[in-house]
T-cell receptor, first 110, second 112 residues
Framework: QKEVEQNSGPLSVPEGAIASLNCTYS??????FFWYRQYSGKSPELIMS????GDKEDGRFTAQLNKASQYVSLLIRDSQPSDSATYLC??????????FGAGTTVTVRA | DAEITQSPRHKITETGRQVTLACHQT?????MFWYRQDLGHGLRLIHY???????NKGEVSDGYSVSRSNTEDLPLTLESAASSQTSVYFC???????????FGPGTRLTVT
């Protein structure tokens, strides 16, 4: 089981601000990285996938990957109360398995 | 629409009983996974399968078993339920050769 570490949170941000979530991983050979959003009492939902160094934008979400530093982040711009959730970072293992971080809980204050 | 379902959504059982949790997906995904999620531990892999008749143990497989008789279903069986198996269980699936996993709604299991 590879290690995936996330900033522990909880992270509280005002509505309209940028929420920044960080994730580091231990396996330098990892190639596929994912962000899942999990609302309280619900299942994880895939919101971003990133495979190459640099930024990937999807609406208000931007994933950033730096393989040399073994670091992946998720930025949520113009945060909304509906973004309040726990965000899970996942990194590939061998054989199409994923290792998940413990998650960072984000609360957006109206 | 293609989907992944789990049943039951909630289950209360007694220590020592055998329990089976169902997972059914209509995406025709070859890969299926079972996780448990507990406070302080995140998602932990129990068992997984890459196709019919294929099953593999994950990091927390003791006390659990799975079987894969068709592409759509991967039932998870707790042979003799223990209080330590009280948890939320998620099934997930992915396409062959793909890491993107899609999760079912989960089953909340309480062992008393």
């Amino acid at each position: 089981q590879k290690e995936v570490e996330q900033n522990s949170g909880p992270l509280s941000v005002p509505e309209g601000a940028i929420a920044s979530l960080n994730c580091t991983y231990s396996d330098r050979g990892s190639q596929s990285f994912f962000w899942y959003r999990q609302y309280s009492g619900k299942s994880p939902e895939l919101i971003m996938s990133i495979y190459s160094n640099g930024d990937k934008e999807d609406g208000r979400f931007t994933a950033q990957l730096n393989k040399a530093s073994q670091y992946v982040s998720l930025l949520i711009r113009d945060s909304q109360p509906s973004d309040s959730a726990t965000y899970l970072c996942a990194v590939n293992e061998v054989d199409y398995k994923l290792s998940f971080g413990a998650g960072t809980t984000v609360t957006v204050r109206a | 629409d293609a989907e992944i379902t789990q049943s039951p959504r909630h289950k209360i059982t007694e220590t020592g009983r055998q329990v089976t949790l169902a997972c059914h997906q209509t995406w025709n995904h070859n890969n299926m996974f079972w996780y448990r999620q507990d406070l302080g531990h995140g998602l932990r892999l129990i068992h997984y399968s890459y196709g019919v008749q294929d099953t593999n143990k994950g990091e927390v497989s003791d006390g659990y078993s799975v079987s894969r008789s068709n592409t759509e279903d991967l039932p998870l069986t707790l042979e003799s339920a223990a209080s330590s198996q009280t948890s939320v269980y998620f099934c997930a699936s992915s396409l062959q050769g793909n890491y993107e996993q899609y999760f079912g709604p989960g089953t909340r299991l309480t062992v008393t």
